[in-house]
């Protein structure tokens, strides 16, 4: 492997935005390709997958890490796809541990389908991996099969098993509510999550499969997900959310707790602090955007900054050269991030990526 840059750098300004919001997470896509083929994110067949030669480099994903870093990026999640696909992910993971921003270490965390996570997860622990989120959106092998084209439950049920005795806290797991697909489980798969002492989030389906074919009538409501739950458990909202996505609730005084990522009917856009990084070298400051700005000229010989356009932030303690310009297209997305992403507006349109290539 290359030599890796420095692991620290003179801090520069934070990353604020033009709403006030400081930015502090960057979701890390690592591949587009996936080891399932769940309905609502991608069609079984027919996939244009991203070329080979496109994906960044571990060299080229720490350079943009450690200038992010130096802004007070201070958590790294490694998303795909299915992160656990690409062949280097312990040195990536090993690569990027080591950075720090002005107030200390970073953190990495990684969301996966579990299904390779047992193989992985003692070198990965021993690289510096610090939180993992496991995608389960069924118990039921007849239902996992017909929503995720394969049959693999056992191997996702391996990986929540590895990740619950690696000691890695907390350990969420993640499930898409669908009306008449998995909504009578919603309560079995908290138990399964109590069992496992992990957090269960539900997420409300959102707007970002390939095929475009969302429904929001099949989505269900965090406002439904938590009637059915307070049928079996009392819930007390747990304060302090911040910039986190999810709200939680204590399940019966605790310990346990669940949460609802309700992007659709109770968006938090207000307190975003996240940025992400395709495969490809783009920059999104919102999940559902439609703009992209690419890093692909900076890091690979080009001048180019963001579509097209150069961008300077004045004085600052960086050197010229690449790492400087990484850093003026990182403050030019940031620049560019509207309020909210207009779910609701009737004129909203689909990213034109699915989920699976902008990274979860």
């Not at 350079?63 to 992160?83: K, W, Y």
């Not at 996966?112 to 070198?123: A, E, Q, Y």
């Amino acid at each position: 492997m290359p030599r890796m840059p420095q692991t620290t750098m003179v801090a520069t300004a934070p990353l604020v935005d033009t709403h006030g919001r400081v930015h502090r997470d960057l979701r890390i896509s690592l591949t587009d390709r996936c080891s399932l083929r769940c309905t609502y994110c991608m069609p079984e067949q027919g996939n244009e997958w991203l070329a080979r030669s496109s994906i960044l480099s571990t060299e080229e994903i720490v350079r943009i890490a450690r200038v992010a870093a130096a802004a007070g990026i201070s958590t790294f999640r490694l998303t795909g796809g299915e992160p656990l696909l690409r062949p280097d992910i312990v040195e990536v993971v090993r690569a990027l541990a080591p950075l720090e921003t002005p107030d200390g270490p970073v953190q990495i965390a990684m969301t996966t389908n579990g299904i390779r996570l047992p193989d992985f997860l003692p070198d990965l622990v021993e690289a510096g991996l610090s939180r993992v989120n496991i995608s389960l959106d069924t118990l039921r092998r007849d239902r996992f099969h017909d929503l995720t084209r394969r049959d693999r439950l056992d191997d996702v049920l391996a990986g929540v098993a590895a990740a619950a005795a690696s000691g890695l806290r907390p350990l969420k797991l993640n499930a898409v509510a669908m009306r008449g697909v998995n909504d009578d489980e919603l309560c079995d798969l908290v138990e399964f999550a109590m069992a496992h002492d992990a957090q269960l989030r539900f997420i409300e389906q959102m707007p970002l499969d390939i095929g475009h074919t969302w429904d929001r009538t099949t989505m269900v409501t965090r406002d439904e997900i938590l009637a059915t739950l307070s049928e079996r458990w009392e819930l007390t909202p747990v304060p302090g959310r911040g910039g986190a996505p999810a709200e939680r609730w204590q399940i019966d005084d605790g310990p346990h707790t669940v949460g609802v990522i309700a992007s659709v009917t109770a968006p938090f856009c207000g307190d975003c602090d996240r940025l992400r990084l395709t495969a490809d070298g783009q920059l999104r400051n919102c999940l559902f955007s439609r703009s992209e700005y690419d890093l692909m000229p900076v890091l690979r010989g080009g001048a180019a900054v963001a579509a097209g356009e150069a961008v300077s932030i004045g004085v600052r303690p960086l050197d010229t050269g690449i790492d400087a310009r990484i850093d003026d297209v990182l403050r030019s997305c940031i620049r560019g991030k509207l309020p909210g992403h207009a779910i609701n507006d009737p004129a909203f349109l689909q990213p034109v990526r699915g989920m699976n290539a902008i990274g979860g």
